[in-house]
């Protein structure tokens, strides 16, 4: 009796072939969230790398019980760094984490920001003739003092999808506050979060860490258009209840301190906290006034004057007729600081590059909703999108010669 013929593997062509063919089905990373995993740079992935170097994990454990006597220093001083603590700093010179940042909206950012700040001091380090010494790497052009942002986007984000057909409930002269609002109550995720911050900013049970917490939830995951239209929304100077809506997007009443402090104090609270001493990092970079380092990309200006929001130095609105924004905060009892704190008040309510990056957005917002239009960019959009399920998608080809590789492939075995 003849033994069953055993199956013979798949030629090593064919198995080319058919990875070649499933390659376009792979998700694309531009679709997915940022996670310390695809953010291969990240602090997070630089870090663990360092923990299995016992000479790299030493230093760091070092360097961070020295960063904690440091952290809360004005960028305008030059406290004095331990000879052990610059030792600890030398070492990790060549260590991935020298090159390691961070993103927004990844998770674990808190952990990542940490670690950014504790390696701070080594990123820092210039060598002279005398030997090492600390610079705090800090940029200083024209008197104006630049960090620099821990942040990096690396993650392309999806096209906005807002469906304008359904604001005809709305009055046709409504206001584009009224419109932009609306627009996200439409929207499940943006209405989830604007509740959550609204209940935490109202006036009965207003406590302005729970609020701000919950504002920088809202701007961090709702989607950028929805965020960028409830906050940049154009009015005209007449319509004092479009700028006042505009003004309050935010609950003021509750997300700033009902006495304005010294903004020293304010900038020192901030560079306490890694979250918020990352977020004015990042406004430093994108959004310098003097724009030294060719940075002021008004798309990446608006999202770090954003990030802020949330934040001990939360910005807004200043008033209910103009797009003036300012901290809710002065420099009276500045003494000797005052023209270091009369820059830091500056950087936001003289600043040309956030100036320019507001005043661009609510133009787009405005043709958006213009009424000479027959179809806005974003109606458009949304029909391309529509369209596009009826349209072959480029991965149908290859899930077909997939399937018929498939079903031929035993053939040749």
């Known amino acids: ?49 360092c923990q299995v170097d016992p000479t790299c994990n030493a230093a760091y454990h070092h360097l961070n019980s020295c960063t904690s006597r440091i952290s809360t220093s004005s960028p305008a001083e030059d406290p004095s760094f331990p000879e052990d603590c610059m030792e600890a700093a030398q070492h990790l010179r060549n260590s991935s984490l020298m090159s390691c940042t961070c993103h927004r909206r990844m998770k674990n950012q ?3 920001l940490d670690i950014y700040w504790t390696i701070h001091p080594a990123r820092s380090l210039v060598q002279s003739r005398s030997g090492w010494s600390l610079s705090w790497q800090l940029r200083v052009q024209g008197e104006y003092e630049l960090d620099v942002s821990p942040y990096e986007d690396t993650v392309t984000r999806k096209p906005a999808k807002m469906n304008l057909s359904k604001l005809s409930m709305l009055k046709p002269d409504s206001d584009l506050c009224l419109k932009f609002a609306m627009l996200c109550t439409l929207n499940k995720k943006c209405d989830r979060l604007r509740r959550a911050y609204g209940k935490a900013c109202s006036a009965p049970r207003c406590q302005r860490h729970t609020c701000l917490q919950q504002l920088r939830t809202f701007f961090e995951k709702a989607r950028e258009s929805h965020a960028q239209g409830l906050l940049m929304c154009p009015c005209a100077p007449t319509d004092l209840g479009c700028g006042r809506r505009r003004r309050n997007t935010i609950a003021p009443s509750c997300a700033l301190p009902s006495e304005p402090p010294n903004c020293l104090d304010m900038r020192n609270d901030c560079l306490s906290d890694p979250l918020c001493r990352s977020r004015l990092a990042d406004f430093q970079t994108h959004c310098h006034p003097l724009n030294i380092l060719g940075t002021c990309k008004k798309s990446r200006c608006l999202r770090a004057y954003m990030g802020l929001i949330g934040t001990a130095l939360t910005p807004n ?88 590789t498939l079903i031929l492939l035993p053939s040749f075995w």
């Open 110 to 112: 808190t952990t990542c």
């Open 317 to 404: 609105f200043v008033s209910d007729v103009n797009a003036s924004v300012a901290l809710s905060c002065n420099c009276r009892g500045s003494g000797n600081l005052q023209d270091e704190c009369e820059r830091l008040e500056k950087s936001f309510s003289h600043n040309p590059c956030l100036m320019e990056a507001i005043a661009a957005k609510m133009r787009s917002h405005s043709r958006l909703f213009s009424q000479d239009r027959a179809v806005s960019p974003l109606s458009m959009m949304e029909r391309q999108n529509e369209n596009s399920a009826l349209r072959p998608q480029p991965w149908v080809p290859s899930l077909f010669y997939c399937t018929v």
């Open 1 to 49: 009796m003849a033994r069953p013929r055993t199956p013979l593997p798949p030629p090593p062509v064919l198995l080319l072939v058919l990875l070649l063919l499933l390659l376009p089905l792979l998700p694309r990373a531009g679709d997915l969230l940022p996670t310390e995993g695809w953010l291969m740079n990240s602090c997070i992935h630089a870090r663990r790398k």
